[in-house]
Nanobody, 124 residues
Framework: QVQLVESGGGLVQAGDSLRLSCAFS????????MGWFRRGPGKEREFVGR????????DYADSVKGRFIISRDNAKNAVYLQMNSLKPEDTAVYYC?????????????????WGQGIQVTISS
């Protein structure tokens, strides 16, 4: 069974940077496409970005494109979300997700496994 554990969240000021990590265990990490989602206060969970199995491609939501970078280290079984130029509207619980399908997707239902989520709060 795949297990995902996020870390690195916290409270930062607008304009700051923060890096989230997600530790993967239970299966062969390189067999999984990884995604990041978030749920802001009073909002639905939304797609943030995804990365291919060997990190050869990434896809981002328009709201974070140019500010956020997803990477992965298959030797460490970890995926990362580097968040730059943070805005108050980036405040959310962030989730990493995994799917064994080749490209994953932008929908919640495209992913089989989820982390417990981690809070990121951006003060203005």
């Amino acid at each position: 069974q795949v297990q995902l554990v996020e870390s690195g969240g916290g409270l930062v000021q607008a304009g700051d940077s923060l890096r989230l990590s997600c530790a993967f265990s239970g299966r062969t990490f390189s067999d999984y496409c990884m995604g990041w989602f978030r749920r802001g206060p009073g909002k639905e969970r939304e797609f943030v970005g995804r990365i291919g199995r060997i990190g050869g491609w990434q896809d981002y939501a328009d709201s974070v494109k140019g500010r956020f970078i997803i990477s992965r280290d298959n030797a460490k079984n970890a995926v990362y979300l580097q968040m730059n130029s943070l805005k108050p509207e980036d405040t959310a619980v962030y989730y990493c997700a995994a799917t064994s399908t080749p490209f994953g997707g932008r929908a919640i239902n495209d992913y089989n496994y989820w982390g417990q989520g981690i809070q990121v709060t951006i003060s203005s």
